[in-house]
């Protein structure tokens, strides 16, 4: 769903915006006697650029800290790439592009060695968990709401996953 | 809060049932296991009870489920193996319950949902499941 509600473009919001400086004054006058608004009331409301979605760049980010952490210490290939699998469903169920998933490089973890460094995904998913629940509570959309908090469980669910993964590594 | 909405009624009623078949099959799976898991199911039994009382104050009491006369577990409880399995087959079901509840609820009973959703999942994984994507 948008994240920004769209400001309706008013004649004289489009009129006020593509003059010069110096006509403001006659415009003014021209208004003067309508049930308008006088010019100087009217904001002009900039354009904002579509933001990402927060939830959609934290899943991206996600994917490329399990796949860094692979290359880090390959012997987790086969948990890590199984998480950052359903990191990428996750991505495209928020609505991520292909083109978005092809482009994930990975993010090497900080930890040189292998258990700090799953620590460091514990905590990742954990945050992950969290922000995926405030936006499910904190949405309007029902159906949205769902996904979120499908997307929180399984986030939840990669803490004892990944916590398993460090006892034995 | 109390809902009128039908949506809202149908997926508490839900959520009521499935945790009344985890308290029974987490009963019978604590017979089979022992030491850490033994308590791990006792103590979410008692955590489900929970779930059930605060799902029941959700909805008028005439439209609150009551319990079976029996249960019948989808899979056969017959030792600590199949114990763990259908735990977690009942945790993993409870997230798409729960997370039913939590798109028809709002405030303080949507967060209590995200959160029954959330703690299903990880205990799906602790019994012994994958995790998932959109846990089942």
Known sequence: MPRHAHHPVTRRALLASSVPLGALGLITLSSCGSDEPPLEAIKIQPTEPEQPDENLLDELSLIGAHLGAIDAFPELLGTLTAIADQHRAHASELGATPEQLDAITPIPPAAARIKPALGELIARERAAAELRAESANASTDAETVRALTFIAASESSHIPELRDVRRNA | MTYSDAAAIAAITQ?????QSFVYAA???????TGGAKRQAVSQLAEHQGRMQIYSLMIAPEAVPAPPPAFEPTTP????????TALAQLNNALVGINADVA?????EDRAFA?????????AAVQWGAQSQAFPT
């Open chain 2, 114 to 122: 995200i959160n029954c959703a959330q703690l299903s999942a990880r």
């Open chain 2, 27 to 33: 009963g019978i799976a604590g017979a089979y296991l």
């Open chain 2, 77 to 84: 409880i017959t030792d600590a193996r199949s114990a763990r």
């Open chain 2, 15 to 19: 959520a009521i049932e499935t945790e």
């Open chain 2, 103 to 107: 798109a028809t609820t709002e405030g």
